[in-house]
Structures are given as structure tokens and as C-alpha cells.
């Protein structure tokens, strides 16, 4: 004979289990809800963070003092004067560096430009030379004529005098 208490609590148990198990789909599903919401949310905020910390990154960049120009390395005087003249749509046809002059606390450089450009972003060229920063640099000669090939071009030679530190 076959013991029938034995399937009762058999029965009685993977009931109470499947009850158990229901109990916490019911309980835990809309934990399980927030959760997700609060997922998306923190994904969210991470990518703003992460996006606020490249803007504070660059603003620190920005808002750094700019190292003086030495006679060490006049090279970064000249870069950023090429870099202005890129800004600003200009064609450096020759630059030439001169023989530098040597004072009690500074150097002048003398650089010799040769460039081709409209009329507008030669003002502008010429105006962005005192935002450079790291060093001073004065306009000492400037001849302007029309460009042979392009009348709305402009052919410009000039001598700018780049100050440093000694």
C-alpha cells in the first residue's frame, strides 16, 4: 500500500513553494521596477557627470596663466603667431626670422612675413596679435599691395618685433 501522507505533505510543500514564489514575484516585482528606473536614472546623471568634467577640464585649460615666452624657446612665440594668422584665413607665403637683438631684460626678435589675404581677415590678423599672451609683439613695417592674380586678395610684407624674457 501506498502511503498517502506522504504525497499530501509532498503536495502541501510544492504548494506552499509555489505560494512562496508568487508571494515574491508579487512583493519584489515593483522593487524590481524601481530599480530599473533608478538604473536609467544613474546612467544618466553618470553621462552628465561626464560631461561636466570635460567642460571643467577645459575651462581649467583656458583660464590657466600663460607661461612667458623665453629666448629658450622663441619657437612658441612663432607657432602662435602662425596659428593666428590660420585662424584668421591668412596664407603665409615666407616668414623669416632675424638675427636677435639682446637688451638688459628682454630680446626682440625681428621676423620678416611675407603673406597673402583679403583685406578683412588682414584686420583681423593684425588685431588678434595683442590676445597672444605669452609674449608682446609690435608691428614695425608694413607694405600692402593687390595681389597680381587676385585684385580682393591682398599681398602684405611686414616686420614684426616679437618680445621675450632674456
Same mark, same amino acid.
Given at each position: 500500500m501506498v502511503n498517502l501522507g506522504k504525497y499530501r505533505r509532498i503536495i502541501l510543500f510544492s504548494g506552499i513553494g509555489v505560494f512562496v514564489i508568487i508571494l515574491c514575484f508579487i512583493l519584489f516585482s515593483p522593487l524590481l521596477r524601481q530599480m530599473r528606473i533608478k538604473k536609467n536614472e544613474m546612467k544618466k546623471i553618470e553621462s552628465e557627470l561626464s560631461r561636466a568634467r570635460k567642460i571643467v577640464s577645459n575651462l581649467k585649460k583656458m583660464h590657466q596663466k600663460p607661461e612667458l615666452v623665453n629666448e629658450d624657446n622663441l619657437s612658441v612665440a612663432t607657432e602662435k603667431i602662425m596659428k593666428q594668422g590660420e585662424l584668421n584665413r591668412i596664407n603665409f607665403v615666407s616668414t623669416t626670422p632675424k638675427e636677435p637683438v639682446r637688451k638688459d631684460d628682454y630680446v626682440m626678435v625681428p %621676423?620678416? %612675413?611675407?603673406?597673402?589675404? *583679403?583685406?578683412?581677415?588682414? *584686420?583681423?590678423?593684425? *588685431?588678434?596679435?595683442?590676445?597672444?599672451g605669452n609674449c608682446v609683439v609690435k608691428v614695425d613695417s608694413l607694405e600692402v599691395t593687390p595681389s597680381a592674380n587676385d585684385p580682393s586678395k591682398l599681398k602684405t610684407n611686414l616686420t614684426l618685433s616679437v618680445f621675450v624674457l632674456k
Amino acid at each position: 500500500m501506498v502511503n498517502l501522507g506522504k504525497y499530501r505533505r509532498i503536495i502541501l510543500f510544492s504548494g506552499i513553494g509555489v505560494f512562496v514564489i508568487i508571494l515574491c514575484f508579487i512583493l519584489f516585482s515593483p522593487l524590481l521596477r524601481q530599480m530599473r528606473i533608478k538604473k536609467n536614472e544613474m546612467k544618466k546623471i553618470e553621462s552628465e557627470l561626464s560631461r561636466a568634467r570635460k567642460i571643467v577640464s577645459n575651462l581649467k585649460k583656458m583660464h590657466q596663466k600663460p607661461e612667458l615666452v623665453n629666448e629658450d624657446n622663441l619657437s612658441v612665440a612663432t607657432e602662435k603667431i602662425m596659428k593666428q594668422g590660420e585662424l584668421n584665413r591668412i596664407n603665409f607665403v615666407s616668414t623669416t626670422p632675424k638675427e636677435p637683438v639682446r637688451k638688459d631684460d628682454y630680446v626682440m626678435v625681428p %621676423i620678416d %612675413i611675407t603673406l597673402e589675404s *583679403g583685406y578683412q581677415e588682414l *584686420g583681423n590678423f593684425l *588685431g588678434s596679435l595683442d590676445s597672444l599672451g605669452n609674449c608682446v609683439v609690435k608691428v614695425d613695417s608694413l607694405e600692402v599691395t593687390p595681389s597680381a592674380n587676385d585684385p580682393s586678395k591682398l599681398k602684405t610684407n611686414l616686420t614684426l618685433s616679437v618680445f621675450v624674457l632674456k
